[in-house]
C-alpha cells in the first residue's frame, strides 16, 4: 500500500473522541447590544499555551520534555510553534458574527477580564486531552460603564494543532482542535447580568500531523456545537 493509500485509510477508519462542558448563569436581561469579541489573551499575563488562550495553530516537535514545577513532574513537547494567529482572529470574528449578528455598538474599553480560578483535583481526560494543565474556570468580574446593557463574547482559546504534549500530559494527544468562548452580559453600570462558558474539544485519535483542511475541518464541528450552546 502506498503511503497516501495507507494515510487515507487511517483517516477513514479514525475514531474521534468529543467534548463539550458548559457553565452558565442565566442572563437576567432583554435588548441586550452586541459588542465585537474581545480576545483573553491580549489582557492576560503569562504564556498563551501554558494559559490555555491560544488563538491559532500549534505546531507540537522534538519529542517531549519532562519538567519540575515544585508540584511534581509535567511533560511538554520540547518545541511548540503559534501560527496563523491573525487568520484565526478573523475567522472567530466572522462565525460570532454569523451565529450572534453583527455587533452594534463599540466599547470605549474592554471590560476586565474573567477571573480564573484553578480546579483542584483531577480528571479523567488530564492525561491525553488538548489542555494545558491545571484545568480552570473563569467567572466574570463587574466593571467598567456602557451606554446601554452590553453582551461582550470573550474568546478564551480558539485552536487547532497536531499531534503533541500539552503541559501536563501524560500520553500526549493526536491532532484536534479546541474552542472556548464565554458569552458576558453586562449592564449600565458594569454589574454582571449573567454568563455562558462553552468549551468544546476534538481529538482525532489516529491522525497525528493533520493537513490545514481537516484541521479546519475539526474548527468546522466545534463552531456548529458551540454555536448551539451560545445561542
Known amino acids: 500500500m502506498s503511503n497516501w493509500l495507507l494515510v487515507a485509510a487511517l483517516a477513514a477508519c479514525s475514531t474521534h473522541a468529543n467534548h463539550i462542558e458548559v457553565a452558565a448563569e442565566p442572563i437576567r436581561a432583554e435588548g441586550l447590544a452586541l459588542a465585537a469579541p474581545v480576545f483573553l489573551v491580549d489582557l492576560d499575563d503569562g504564556e498563551p499555551f501554558r494559559r490555555n488562550t491560544v488563538v491559532g495553530n500549534v505546531t507540537f516537535s522534538g519529542g517531549f520534555v519532562t519538567e519540575s514545577t515544585g508540584e511534581g513532574l509535567f511533560n511538554v513537547s520540547k518545541d511548540i510553534d503559534v501560527s496563523s494567529g491573525e487568520k484565526y482572529r478573523?475567522?472567530?470574528?466572522?462565525?460570532?458574527?454569523?451565529?450572534?449578528?453583527?455587533?452594534?455598538?463599540?466599547?470605549?474599553?474592554?471590560?476586565?477580564?474573567?477571573?480564573?480560578?484553578?480546579?483542584?483535583?483531577?480528571?479523567?481526560?488530564?492525561?491525553h486531552d488538548n489542555v494545558s494543565l491545571p484545568r480552570f474556570e473563569l467567572r466574570p468580574v463587574a466593571g467598567?460603564?456602557?451606554?446601554?446593557?452590553?453582551?461582550?463574547?470573550?474568546?478564551?482559546?480558539?485552536?487547532?494543532?497536531?499531534?503533541?504534549?500539552?503541559?501536563?500530559?501524560e500520553f500526549g494527544t493526536a491532532g484536534g482542535a479546541r474552542i472556548?468562548?464565554?458569552?458576558?452580559a453586562y449592564d449600565r453600570d458594569g454589574s454582571v447580568l449573567g454568563y455562558t462558558d462553552v468549551d468544546a474539544s476534538r481529538v482525532s485519535e489516529r491522525v497525528f500531523s493533520p493537513t490545514g483542511p481537516q484541521m479546519q475541518d475539526w474548527l468546522i464541528v466545534l463552531e456548529r456545537r458551540v454555536a448551539k450552546k451560545l445561542q
Not at 466599547?107 to 492525561?127: N, V, Y
Not at 470573550?154 to 500539552?166: C, E, I, K, P, Q
Not at 472556548?180 to 458576558?184: I, P
Request: proline letters at 12%.
Open 90 to 127: 478573523k475567522q472567530v470574528a466572522d462565525w460570532l458574527e454569523d451565529a450572534l449578528g453583527r455587533p452594534s455598538v463599540e466599547l470605549d474599553a474592554p471590560p476586565p477580564p474573567p477571573e480564573r480560578r484553578e480546579r483542584r483535583g483531577t480528571a479523567s481526560r488530564d492525561g
Open 144 to 169: 467598567g460603564t456602557f451606554e446601554q446593557p452590553v453582551l461582550v463574547p470573550w474568546v478564551v482559546t480558539y485552536m487547532s494543532h497536531n499531534a503533541g504534549w500539552f503541559f501536563g500530559q
Open 180 to 184: 472556548r468562548v464565554m458569552l458576558v
